[in-house]
T-cell receptor, first 115, second 115 residues
Framework: ETGVTQSPTHLIKTRGQQVTLRCSSQ?????VSWYQQALGQGPQFIFQ???????GRGNFPPRFSGLQFPNYSSELNVNALELDDSALYLC??????????????FGPGTRLLVL | DQQVKQNSPSLSVQEGRISILNCDYT??????FLWYKKYPAEGPTFLIS?????DKNEDGRFTVFLNKSAKHLSLHIVPSQPGDSAVYFC??????????????FGKGTRLSVIA
């Protein structure tokens, strides 16, 4: 039990629609990262938020966007859904401290199917 | 261009024996390595990590070895138990100016421990 929760657990959308996925971080953590895991692959980094600001982005188009709130919960928004967006979306929270090594703790994920 | 590689998609081990999972990386700048375990329908669970200043880290039945010159790390599980059956992901990051960079994952190795 990591203390990181995600909602919903499963979602079915059609091509062109928009989706919002939610994540609640572990208590005390100030950083949230989002990953996409396609079938048979390892998780791929989408972006990271630190103290409500984007702090790095992977190789994903701008239609993937996010927010982090003052309570450190987070949202991932995907616009204009494509079939290839079908995947497990994972959020991970961590505590970033100066000079420290951080460990990311993952939520259970949201499985998105785009038809 | 895969920076973290797990070349064995699957591994089968008898209960009580040693499981050895391997991981290679190409980016010599990586300085922090983690192993995660993933059960179906759950998010990855952090197992053990190692910093590049060490060559071994132990936690109970789990030991991670790092060979920087070969850019290779391995996870040893002794003794293996049926509950260890899961997909194991190797991940790497490097420490930047604003905390650790995002995790780069391998594709995973499915471990089956046979009773």
């Amino acid at each position: 039990e990591t203390g990181v929760t995600q909602s919903p657990t499963h979602l079915i959308k059609t091509r062109g629609q928009q989706v919002t996925l939610r994540c609640s971080s572990q208590s005390g953590h100030n950083t949230v990262s989002w990953y996409q895991q396609a079938l048979g692959q390892g998780p791929q980094f989408i972006f990271q938020y630190y103290r409500e600001e984007e702090n790095g982005r992977g190789n994903f188009p701008p239609r993937f966007s996010g927010l982090q709130f003052p309570n450190y919960s987070s949202e991932l928004n995907v616009n204009a859904l494509e079939l290839d967006d079908s995947a497990l979306y994972l959020c991970a929270s961590s505590l970033v401290r100066a000079g420290g090594r951080e460990t990311q703790y993952f939520g259970p994920g949201t499985r998105l199917l785009v038809l | 261009d895969q920076q973290v590689k797990q070349n064995s998609p699957s591994l089968s081990v008898q209960e009580g024996r040693i499981s050895i999972l391997n991981c290679d990386y190409t980016n010599s700048m990586f300085d922090y390595f983690l192993w995660y375990k993933k059960y179906p329908a759950e998010g990855p669970t952090f197992l053990i990590s190692i910093s590049s200043i060490k060559d071994k880290n132990e936690d109970g039945r789990f030991t991670v070895f790092l060979n920087k010159s070969a850019k290779h790390l391995s996870l040893h599980i002794v003794p293996s138990q049926p509950g260890d059956s899961a997909v194991y992901f190797c991940a790497a990051s490097l420490y930047g100016n604003s905390g650790n960079t995002p995790l780069v994952f391998g594709k995973g190795t499915r471990l089956s421990v046979i009773a």
